[in-house]
């Protein structure tokens, strides 16, 4: 006997399954490590004894598998052992899913079922596994896309029941989707069977899409890898139909007319009134329901039912089936109307009314189902003809002689509404009328078309022919119409008139002379028959209002009849060759011309003949016009006409007095200019009215209106005095009658007590300061002002700058010239003689470049730069004073430049430049020029701080901007320094000549024309003349006034004229504030688009007049 043991090892591909019998009994093994392997021990097995052990594997991948078993018997120390084998091929095994998808049809399961609307719909699903591998399942997601006609019953599925699944459904109501994740697992050759309702939402034709989607697969493939199905490629599906039945009535109406008898029924036809029109009504249910049909037609006004006669056809025949009538509304209750069907309605009208268009309208009403209301409607439209004509005969001359020419123009006219056809016009004279204009080419007269006929005939004699028209409608009516002209041929008359006056009894009758007020004139007429008819003759003589009649002064009688300023005298049956003479005289009471219009008109019968003629009175009158000016302490005193003393901050009040001191009366205009130093403080009057001015500036005005001779008018207005010194307003009054002007003007003074004062500032933006901060190698503007308000006059002042260690003087820069300067350019020094009178400003401005920056000097994180002055009287020393700018200057390590010339020249002149460079660590530059035509490359190398000079010079007339730049040695570029303005003029020639044209500087290709006037008070005045044949705009101009006494005059404006049209010219201005005395030098620029321009002259300035010399 044997104790054996049997080991058994099975492959990767195959796994032990339980179930293990040893010869019918179960017995399990023993397991290794690892489990595949495994073994059972049985004893003592008897000689002959043979033992079966199966057990099962279960296959866990594809290919071929050898399982190999050994045993191994034992006697007492004697070991025996045998092995053996088996193999396994598994053949691979893919996966196989079909679905199917069917509908409850009411009798079974079908692809295809019809429904009613809101029906309850049920679906079957299966979804079968055909696999023949053993362990193949299926595992995944079931999707179903609804149709629009159906919507899912929510929690209607049964694919969950009874398995244990929890239920993964999801409904996606936006899309009509169903999904169903995770089903029960289908077994091979098993299916999965559920079902689901839906509910019929909305008619018509609507497919059930099913699909089943695996999401993996058991066993693996041949790689042992598990089967994926991401791309969907083992997606299957089936679908089912369900078509929803819904009741769908529905029902139209058509309606048709024709003109009584004649026949086709059309949607609209043309009547006239009293005809008959028959209407046809077609209704036809179109729905797939039966409907009770109510016929409804809505004749309108001016169509009447004919009473009988209205018939209905149908598929059974046709009746006679008169309508309900509620006034205008004829009713048929036709009944139930089947599917598909249709009625005839037909019946008469007669047109009794109204012109136009008649729009009958018919309706049908259809219901279902007792409630359910379906509606249509029609028309039809019958066009009342009201055709009517006009014809309008005109003559040119109503009146002719015998023989001559008339034309007679006849106007036709559509007025009725409807087109007209065979227009024919006639003469019942026998003439043949044209047709000239108005037809639009179709030969059709249309509604409100108008025809031109024409014809021209001699007559001879008096005549009245009639014209007439005819024409047809489009359903033939004819209309008709006719018109006359008058044409009286009579004898020629003819009148003339003769008017003449005389200012007094001796002297000659004329057609025009002189008078003065007061005086009185006599006028003559000549009225003269010369035609060759008996004339009833009206005269009209028309006064103008400067003159009035005098009463009785008419001869051989007095006026007939006077109305308002016009005399009238009446002559029946004045003979041919007869003249009649009339006289009257008249005062002369207005100034002017007055121009007395007399005509005369003669009747024979039916002829007018006309003349008229005038003579004319020149009324002279001298206007004229005073204004007087008085000031006064604000509510204090009474008004002074010369001047009063006041301190500043108090008020002033001015009075103007003007009065019209001519003979006429004037329209009058008050100006008042203000100087400065005297602030408008409202409260103006005008003859004790409020009544404020127009306010331009420093400037009052207004408007005063109409003044008659001797009349005086007040204003008075209130003013601040806010400025020092004597301040002197004028004003001025300018009379107007017609297209003369008369002029006048005073002045009131005032002096404000104010103490002398003097100021060192600097130029900021434009504003004169006490500080400035800059960088190093810019360019400063400094002013030094003195104004002086002491008793009597100044004849000799010191001014001494001394700028501090970062400044340095710019030689040339200053407006009245150093009397001396150190060598440093750092101390500056003015002697000046002279007088300066009280109230008198004096002003000294100069300019410094900043050569280093504030921390280069001792204890200077900013430097003082101070001024002084000393002013005398004689040897009295009665003034002194000093002021300091503070200046702050930043460091520049770049290298800055500073440029500078004259600032004017003409084409081809070669100009000089001066540039000056300054580097911080002292290397030498190179320039850059930017000329304004043309910018230079690099130049140089120069020394730093050393001044180069360089020329240019321009090819065309112009304002070109230059400046300049500098780099060091390194590289290191600095900006673009100061900036100055160049204006380049054409070749004028020497304005210094003596000939007599030297005012007058013409430029024929630009066509300005520029002169100065000789006498120039309170300013120097320029007129600037377009002399050319274009119109010119945005003109500019710079004028200055230079000089004076220590050099107190600098004055300068400037501006820009909009518009200047050819032949036209515009006064410019430079204002002299303050009174002044000495030589000036006055100059002005233009510069227009042809170029620049500068004319120059020399003056002498005395007070506030300029003359120019």
């Not at 028209?469 to 003339?496: M, P, Q």
């Not at 009474?638 to 901050?649: A, K």
């Not at 009131?748 to 504003?767: G, H, I, M, Y």
Request: proline share 4%; glycine share 8%; with cysteine.
């Amino acid at each position: 006997p044997l104790d054996i043991t049997i080991d058994d090892a099975l492959p990767l591909g195959l796994s032990y399954d339980n179930d293990a019998m040893v010869d019918g009994v179960s017995m399990e093994p023993v397991f290794r490590n690892p489990p595949s392997s495994f073994y059972w021990k049985i004893e003592e097995i008897d000689p002959g004894q043979t033992v079966n052990i199966t057990f099962k594997a279960e296959v866990a991948n594809s290919g071929e598998f050898v399982n190999v078993v050994e045993t191994t018997g034992i006697f007492k120390e004697e070991r025996v052992s045998d092995a053996d084998n088996a193999s396994v091929t598994v053949i691979p095994c893919f996966p196989d899913v079909d679905i199917e998808k069917k509908v409850w049809n009411g009798e079974g399961w079908t692809d295809y079922a019809e429904v009613n609307l809101g029906d309850n719909v049920q679906f079957k699903a299966i979804i079968y596994n055909p696999s023949d591998c053993y362990l193949m399942h299926f595992s995944g997601t079931v999707f179903d896309q609804l149709p629009n006609n159906l919507r899912y019953v929510n929690g209607s599925s049964t694919i969950y029941d009874g398995a244990g699944w929890p239920n993964m459904e999801t409904v996606d109501w936006e899309n009509n989707t169903v999904t169903w994740r995770k089903p029960p697992t289908i077994m091979p050759n098993e299916n999965l069977t559920f079902y689901y309702n839906a509910t019929a939402v909305d008619c018509g034709l609507g497919i059930n899409n099913l699909t089943a989607h695996p999401e993996g697969f058991d066993p693996v493939d041949y790689e042992g890898d598990p089967v994926s199905n991401a791309d969907g490629s083992y997606d299957v599906s089936d679908s089912a139909s369900v078509f929803v039945h819904c009741e769908q009535p529905s029902i139209t109406v058509d309606k048709l007319v024709k003109y009584d008898c004649t026949p086709p029924f059309k949607e609209n036809v043309s009547a006239h009134i009293g005809d008959r029109v028959v209407f046809k009504i077609y209704v036809n249910n179109t729905g797939n329901t039966p409907l009770d049909v109510t016929v409804r037609d809505e004749l309108p006004d001016g169509l009447m039912y004919v009473g009988y006669g209205a018939t209905v056809t149908d598929n059974s025949g046709t009746l006679q089936v008169d309508p309900d009538i509620d006034e205008n509304t004829l009713t048929w209750d036709y009944g139930m109307l089947d599917v598909g069907l249709g009625i005839i309605i037909e019946f008469r009208a007669d047109v009794v009314s109204g012109c136009g268009e008649k729009t009958n309208l018919v309706n049908v009403t259809g219901i279902f189902d007792c409630e359910e209301y379906y509606y249509d409607e029609g028309t039809a439209i019958v066009f009342v003809l009201c055709p009517d004509i006009q014809i309008i005969k005109d003559v040119d001359k109503p009146v002719i002689n015998e023989g001559e020419t008339v034309t007679y123009t006849y106007t036709v006219k559509n007025l009725g509404n409807c087109e007209l056809f065979n227009v024919n016009v006639e003469d019942d004279q026998g003439l043949m009328p044209v047709y000239v204009s108005g037809d639009d080419g179709d030969g059709v007269l249309q509604v409100d078309e108008i025809w031109i006929h024409e014809v021209s005939t001699e007559l001879y004699v008096s005549t009245v022919n009639v014209g007439n028209v005819t024409a047809n409608d489009e359903l033939g009516k004819e209309v008709y119409d006719e018109d006359d002209a008058t044409v009286d041929v009579i004898c020629e008359s003819d009148i003339t008139v003769e008017k003449y006056v005389k200012f007094n009894c001796c002297s000659d009758y004329l057609k025009q002379v002189d008078a003065e007020l007061g005086d009185f004139v006599t006028f003559k007429l000549f009225v003269n028959n010369t035609g060759e008819t008996v004339l009833d003759i009206t005269v009209e003589d028309e006064l103008p209002p400067g003159l009035s009649y005098i009463p009785g002064s008419a001869a051989p009688n007095g006026p007939d009849s006077i109305v308002g300023n016009t005399l009238f005298w009446y002559f029946d049956d004045v003979d041919p060759g007869v003249s009649i003479e009339i006289t009257f005289q008249a005062d002369v009471d207005e100034c002017g011309e007055q121009v007395n219009v007399a005509n005369v008109t003669g009747v024979y019968e039916l002829q007018e003949v006309y003349d008229d003629d005038n003579a004319t009175v020149n009324v002279i009158c001298e206007p004229g016009i005073e204004v007087k000016k008085y000031v006064k302490e604000d509510g204090c005193g009474e008004y002074d006409d010369t001047g009063i003393t006041v301190e500043s901050g108090q008020w002033v009040t001015f009075k103007i007095q003007v009065t019209n001191t001519g003979e006429t009366p004037l329209n009058v205009i008050v100006m008042d200019e203000l100087p400065s130093g005297l602030i408008y403080d409202n409260n103006a009057e005008v003859d004790g009215s409020s009544q404020e001015p127009d306010i331009s500036g420093n400037t009052l005005e207004w408007d005063i209106g109409t003044l008659q001779p001797g009349d005086i008018i007040n204003i008075t207005f209130e003013a601040i005095a806010d400025g020092c010194g004597l301040l002197e307003n004028i004003a001025n009054a300018t009379g107007i009658i017609g297209n003369q002007e008369v002029h006048d003007e005073d002045t009131a003074s005032v002096t404000v007590d104010c103490d002398s004062s003097f100021v060192k500032k600097v130029l900021v933006d434009e504003q004169w300061v006490d500080n400035v901060e800059t960088v190093e190698g810019n360019v400063l503007a400094f002013k030094l002002e003195l104004k002086y308000y002491g008793e009597e006059d100044l004849t000799y002042i010191q001014f001494l700058d001394e700028l501090p260690c970062i400044l340095k003087y710019i030689p040339g820069s200053a407006n009245i010239e150093p009397t001396n300067v150190s060598e440093d350019l750092k101390t500056i020094w003015w002697n000046l003689t002279g007088d300066i009178a009280y109230g008198e400003t004096f002003v000294i401005t100069f300019n410094a470049f900043v050569e280093g920056h504030t921390g280069t000097c001792p204890l200077c994180e900013e430097v003082q730069n101070q001024a002084w002055i000393d002013a005398w009287i004689c040897e009295d020393l009665v003034f002194s004073a000093n002021d300091t700018v503070g200046i702050r200057a930043d460091a520049n390590n770049e290298p800055y430049v500073y440029i500078r010339n004259c600032a004017e020249g003409e084409v081809g002149e070669t100009l000089t430049f001066y540039v000056e460079g300054h580097d911080a660590e002292s290397d030498d530059v190179f320039y850059k020029i930017n000329w304004g035509d043309e910018t230079t490359g690099w130049l140089g190398e120069y020394s730093e701080g050393v001044e180069q000079t360089f020329t240019h010079s321009w090819d065309t007339a112009g304002t070109y901007t230059v400046e300049a730049k500098a780099k060091d040695i390194h590289g290191e570029e600095g900006d673009w320094g100061n900036e100055i303005t160049v204006v380049i003029t054409e070749a004028y020639g020497d304005d210094d000549d003596d000939d007599d044209d030297d005012d007058d500087d013409d430029d024929l290709e630009t066509g300005l024309n520029i002169s100065f006037p000789m006498i120039n008070f309170a300013g120097a005045n320029c007129i600037i003349r377009n002399v050319g044949e274009v119109n010119l705009s945005d003109i500019e101009w710079n004028m200055s006034v230079k000089g004076g006494i220590l050099g107190g005059i600098n004055i300068s404006a400037d501006g820009i004229i909009e518009t200047l049209d050819s032949d036209d010219s515009k006064v410019v201005y430079a204002d002299l504030v303050s009174f002044g005395f000495g030589y000036v030098d006055i100059k002005i620029t233009v510069i227009s688009d042809g170029g620049a321009y500068i004319k120059k002259a020399e003056g002498f300035v005395l007070g506030r007049l300029i003359i120019v010399l």
